[in-house]
């Protein structure tokens, strides 16, 4: 079976795998340059910051326990079960990417964004933005968050299916990303009381030490105040942001040294559907990801990842 992964987040990333170790050919399609989706990581300030999922929570004994003890040793724990890596929280994606299993095969596509599926005399051809086909293949595994699955459905030979998916909204979010000359905090993590500021993590502790004793921090926006400054200018957001990070970070915290602003317009879901409704038997489009998962956590979303792969393996 050849089957097209739509996005190489943990949810396309899982189902690849375990269709390639049956013994059958994915291919990713994703419509960024690198690996992860929200799993995401950037360099700046000399130093690599988490942007997106801030800590990769590891449940004992589950699928994304075996990921990370597979694919990536190396993690730093932090609180709890939570781990991170100092190259940032890309690492497990890259890993899992280059982990092939022998079985089946694995291929990637960058940059590159999946607009339509057609039905073909010979399968469901997956077309690019320009209308160009990227390939004819046996079945589709949709990991994009629920909007943008539901504009893919609309473009599909089942219109109806995007329906379960409309219920699904997401919360956006503002990151501030931020390097301080100050003293290390003693945290992973801080929550301000009130204020716009949801967290603010201390990227430090992930095992990438101050440069030039330089602090670097990531705030998160709560949804009410990302909601209100996710057009606004990154001028507009530290103003707001910075004297709410002071709150927990020291009322003396000088000026930061260098800062950056990322926005996320689907972060986290605020609600579920659930993945055998989502998916009727028989259909060769199958949805994943965390529009479908049992629960918001990233362990949940690894499993839907294994579940497109068994019901696409199983029928
Ligand atoms: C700032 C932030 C904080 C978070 N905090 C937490 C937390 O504390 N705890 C927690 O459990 N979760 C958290 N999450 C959510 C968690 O990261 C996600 O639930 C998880 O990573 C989703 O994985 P996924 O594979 O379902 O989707 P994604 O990682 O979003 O992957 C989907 C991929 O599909 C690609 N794509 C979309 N449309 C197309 C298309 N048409 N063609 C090709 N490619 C396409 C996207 O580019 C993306 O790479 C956070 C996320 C963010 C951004």
Redesign the pocket.
Known sequence: MRVAV???????LVAARDLAAAGHAAVI????RGL????AARRVGGTVVDH???VL?VPPGGAVAALVRECAPGAVPLDGDAVAWPAGMTVLPKAMAAAVPAAGSVELLLD????ALRAGTQGIEVAQDQGNTIGVFDAVVI???AP?AVE?LEHSPEPGRAEALRAVQYDP?V?LLAGFAMDEPGWVAARPNSGPVAYVTNEAVKGRPPVDGVVPVVA?LRPDASERLFDASDDVVLAEAIPAMRTVLGPGTPEPAWTQVKR?RY??ARSQVDQAMANPQGSRIIIA??AVAPG???ED?ARTGEWAARRLITG
């Open positions: 739509v996005g190489a987040g943990i949810a396309g399609v994703e419509k960024s992860g989706g929200r799993m997106g999922l801030p929570e590159t964004r999946v607009a990991t994009a968050p943008q893919l979010a990151m998160r996320w972060c986290t990801g965390d918001p956590t990233v979303v």
